[in-house]
């Protein structure tokens, strides 16, 4: 116990003392810190923002290709033609033996006609199942997404992207604006939720319209199989897309004759090596490759400081060990010194990264319509204080190599 | 028992051509605990080289030297160290107070390398003895902010702080006018005295000197006794 103590004391004594020495030299550590404290602020700050910008193209990806893993299943006959009423009356059940909780049609369809105040809007349809928001992260930014209950409501819910809105005239939600939709049959229909524009171009498309599946089905024209398709998703486990995606291809296809082919492919980003966030990976190590240089250039000025300023440091030395401090405790007090500094730089670094990213600015550059954006990376964090107290550890070593070759009695009539 | 011990003791170097020189030699020397020897020496005459040897910071070429009775050949370089920091006080010519830090600050350093019990009461036992020099109320001065003999006394301080079993002076007035020199080295002599320490002062001021129980001249390498009169 009383071993523990004093090795706490040490331990202590070192830190204070290295403390008090910083403090007694604020303004030559502070003008050699500076260099570690941005550069710790670079590094830590490309590795975060490189998370987040990986988690926006990931669910950019995933908006157009699904969430790993998802699974599309189709059944073409050999002349290229599917029924999809068939198809899901098949699949229901496998669906349901199989547990998968989310499963959803998507319909390729016509466009479709709402009325505006500026006339007949004819906007892009996509028809979908409640499940299809969550497994495409489809970004509602009023509003709310499709439910269960919106499919036994008797008049259709749609949802509008940010250009079909504005082109309605930026109705509010709270007072349940509605919208007349014209098509085969006509309807009036509640817009109950507006979603991120996945067009960026407003001259050349009016907008886009949500609707579920069955209401579709019910105000288009019937679908024409050249220019229209209904498509089947399944959003299942990462770890048994192959096995299920092999046991449903084998149950579907037992249950069709032999020229209709059964396809369950896996179609997700993650399937064929993480797309563009791959990229964006050597972007990153790029980044922290610049900014290692400029740690490496400040830990050397951090070194030629401190070694310049070892003549007036060698009196102090020699100071101490008159008074006690062993060889190891000038070593490690010096080291300890370093370590300090650059541990509280690189505190100041990390937080200058978070600040920044934190900044609503930076965001909206780096995640542009991220739905689920990130925490900041508590390992950026780390790995940015554990650059800065490596840094502070061997840039003191150096000096403390000198510090401990110091002859006491000259030192101290320096 | 002699608190310090030196037995034929001598100290040489090689010079670059490989020849020796010798600085100290024969020197033989007991200090007993609550002593107080002065030592005389002109430029050269091994004054700094006995001083590091005394302090435990230098080791001799031939000879011993018996520390609290124990051979100084028989301590590990952290034996010297720790003795060092815990029995031996430096009061130096030119006070080698640590700029920038205060008087508290300065007093507190011989504290950070002492056990537990003293590193956590380390405010109130440095407090204690500034107090006791008579600097009680320049606790936060530093150096820069202190006179001459006010430094000279926060160097006293700090020497007595870890409660020394010897103190060594290597011209503690040597930075002072006289007057001013007078009364440290009084205080020196008084607190030494009060807590029980053996003084070693190395001066060139025979006044200085003659304050001391007992006398030695270092001459060449070679320490003999001085009579009290003929220290100049």
Redesign the interface.
């Known amino acids: 116990m009383n071993r523990l103590r004093e090795a706490f004391t040490t331990v202590a004594a070192t830190v204070i003392e290295g403390w008090n020495e910083l403090r007694a030299q604020r303004t030559r550590v502070l003008m050699s810190l500076i260099g570690v404290g941005l550069a710790v602020a670079a590094i830590t700050g490309a590795v975060a923002a490189g998370s987040i910008a990986e988690q926006s193209i990931r669910e950019g990806e995933e908006r157009g290709s699904g969430r790993a893993a998802s699974l599309s299943v189709n059944a073409y006959d050999d002349m290229g033609s599917s029924d999809p009423v068939l198809l899901a009356e098949r699949l229901e059940p496998l669906v349901e033996r199989f547990g998968i909780d989310y499963h959803a049609r998507r319909v390729y369809g016509e466009p479709i006609a709402l009325e505006s105040p500026a006339g007949l809007l004819r906007t892009e349809s996509a028809a979908v199942d409640p499940a299809w928001g969550a497994m495409r992260r489809i970004p509602v930014e009023h509003g709310r997404w499709f439910t269960e209950r919106d499919e036994r409501m008797l008049a259709p819910a749609v949802l509008v992207d940010e250009i079909a809105w504005e082109n309605l005239g930026s109705p509010a939600l709270g007072e349940h604006p509605t919208v007349r939709i014209q098509g085969e049959r006509s309807a009036t229909a509640e817009i109950v939720g507006v979603v991120a524009s996945q067009n960026s171009s407003r001259e050349w498309s009016a907008g886009t319209v949500y609707l579920l599946v069955d209401d579709y089905l019910e105000l288009a024209p019937p679908l024409d199989p050249t220019t229209s398709s209904v498509e089947t998703y399944l959003w299942v486990p990462e770890g048994e897309a192959e096995a299920l995606a092999d046991a449903i291809r084998a149950e579907l296809q037992a249950q069709y004759p032999v020229t209709v082919s059964v396809q369950v492919e896996r179609n997700d980003p993650a399937a064929w090596g993480g797309g563009a966030a791959t990229g964006l990976l050597w972007l990153q190590l790029g980044l922290v490759g610049v900014a290692s240089i400029v740690l490496l250039l400040a830990a050397l000025s951090l070194v030629n400081i401190t070694m310049v300023t070892v003549r007036h440091r060698v009196r102090e030395i020699g100071i101490r060990r008159a008074f006690g401090a062993t060889g190891r405790r000038v070593f490690v007090g010096v080291v300890m010194e370093s370590v300090v500094g650059t541990a509280f730089a690189g505190v100041i670094g990390v937080a200058i990264a978070v600040l920044a990213l934190q900044n609503p600015w930076v965001r909206e550059l780096i995640g542009d319509g991220i739905v689920e954006p990130p925490p900041f990376p508590i390992g950026a964090a780390v790995v940015g204080l554990l650059v800065a107290v490596g840094v502070g550890a061997l840039a003191g070593v150096l000096p403390a190599l000198v510090a401990v070759r110091v002859r006491v009695i000259e030192a101290i009539r320096f | 028992m002699s608190l310090l011990r030196l037995e034929g003791v001598a100290r040489s170097v090689r010079l670059p051509d490989d020849s020796p020189l010798d600085i100290l030699a024969g020197v033989d020397l007991a200090v007993d605990a609550g002593e107080h020897v002065s030592i005389v020496g002109r430029s050269g005459s091994g004054k700094?080289t006995l001083?590091?040897l005394l302090?435990l910071?230098?080791e001799p070429t031939a000879g011993e030297i018996v520390w609290d009775g124990r051979a100084l050949s028989s301590f590990s370089?952290?034996d010297r160290?720790?003795a060092?920091?815990?029995d031996i006080?430096?009061v130096?010519q030119?006070f080698?107070l640590?700029?920038?830090?205060s008087a508290l600050?300065n007093t507190i350093?011989?504290l950070?390398?002492?056990?537990?019990d003293r590193?956590?009461k380390r405010r109130t036992i440095a407090t204690a003895m500034l107090e006791r020099v008579g600097l009680g109320e320049r606790l936060a001065s530093t150096p820069e902010h202190l006179s001459g003999g006010e430094q000279q006394r926060v160097a006293i301080a700090?020497a007595l702080v870890?409660g020394p079993k010897l103190i060594l002076a290597d011209e503690p007035t040597g930075a002072l006018d006289v007057e001013t020199g007078a009364r440290v080295m009084r205080l020196l002599d008084d607190v030494s005295r009060a807590t029980g320490a053996a003084l070693i002062t190395i001066t060139h001021d025979p006044a200085i000197a003659a304050l001391a129980d007992r006398c030695y001249r270092l001459d060449a390498g070679r320490l003999a006794p001085e009579r009290m009169g003929a220290a100049a």
């Open positions: 700094t001083l590091n302090g910071l230098d370089s952290r160290d720790r060092r920091g815990r006080g430096f130096f030119q080698n640590l700029s920038g830090r600050e350093v011989p950070l390398y002492a056990g537990s590193f956590w700090r870890r």
